[in-house]
C-alpha cells in the first residue's frame, strides 16, 4: 500500500476557469502569509500560454480536518479539485489535503514555512510526520496506505524574478520530501504579502485579487 504514498503527497498536482476571473481586488493589508478569506491567486505552469486554462487557488475559510480548526484553501481547475487544510499562525502548518475520492493527512502538521522572522536566506528547517491516506467511499472512510515522511526546507536566496504577474522579489525555497521509496525535490519562489510566486508543481502567477 506504501506504493501509493509518494505519489498522492508529492504530485500536489486543476473545471477550466479563463484568464481574468481572478474576482474584484481586495485592497488592504493581507499579512505577511496571506491567508483572509476571499483571497484568490491565479496560475499557469511555467512556460505554457497565457490563453491556456488556468489553475486558482482560493482561500474558502474556516474548516475541520481530524477535529483540529484550520483555513480550506482550494485548488482547482483542468479537473483538480483539491483542498488544503492550513493552520497559519506562528508560521503556516499543513494539516493535510482532500479530494473528491481521498484524504491525506499528517501527524503532526507539515511545517510549510517558519515564523515570519526566521524566514531569510540560509534558514533551514524540517521535521519527520506520519501521513495517513484514507479513501473516502459512500460506506466512509477507508484506509488507504500510511508511513513516515521526512522533509527538509532551505531559503537559497533572494532575489527578483519576473512572472505573468509582474515583478517581485522573492524567497527561493527548496523542498525535499522522502518517505521509504526516495526523495522528491520542489522549488517554490515566496513573496512575503504575495504568496507563492512559483508552486511547487511549477506553477507562476498570474494574477491575484489583492494589492
Do not use: H
Not at 114 to 141: C, D, F, H, I, N
Not at 154 to 174: D, K, M, N, Q, Y
Amino acid at each position: 500500500m506504501k506504493r501509493y504514498l509518494m505519489p498522492l503527497l508529492l504530485v500536489l498536482a486543476a473545471c477550466a476557469p479563463r484568464v481574468g476571473e481572478a474576482g474584484p481586488t481586495l485592497e488592504g493589508p493581507v499579512g505577511f502569509y496571506p491567508a483572509l478569506t476571499g483571497l484568490e491567486w491565479v496560475y499557469l505552469p511555467e512556460g505554457e500560454s497565457l490563453s491556456a486554462p488556468p489553475y486558482r487557488l482560493k482561500v474558502e475559510g474556516p474548516g475541520v480536518l481530524g477535529g483540529e480548526e484550520a483555513l480550506r484553501f482550494r485548488s482547482f481547475g483542468r479537473g483538480e479539485d483539491r483542498v488544503y487544510f492550513r493552520q497559519v499562525k506562528e508560521g503556516v502548518r499543513l494539516l493535510g489535503f482532500q479530494e473528491p475520492s481521498a484524504r491525506v493527512t499528517f501527524t503532526p502538521p507539515l511545517l510549510e514555512y517558519p515564523p515570519e522572522g526566521l524566514l531569510q536566506v540560509g534558514y533551514r528547517w524540517g521535521g519527520r510526520t506520519e501521513v495517513k491516506v484514507e479513501l473516502l467511499a459512500p460506506s466512509g472512510r477507508e484506509p488507504l496506505a500510511s508511513g513516515a515522511l521526512s522533509y527538509t526546507m532551505e531559503v537559497l536566496e533572494s532575489r527578483e524574478v519576473r512572472v505573468p504577474a509582474g515583478t517581485f522579489r522573492v524567497f527561493r525555497i527548496r523542498q525535499s520530501f522522502k518517505d521509504e521509496r526516495g526523495e522528491a525535490l520542489y522549488e517554490v519562489w515566496f513573496a512575503p504579502g504575495v504568496g507563492e510566486v512559483r508552486t511547487r508543481e511549477g506553477r507562476v502567477l498570474l494574477e491575484r485579487n489583492f494589492r
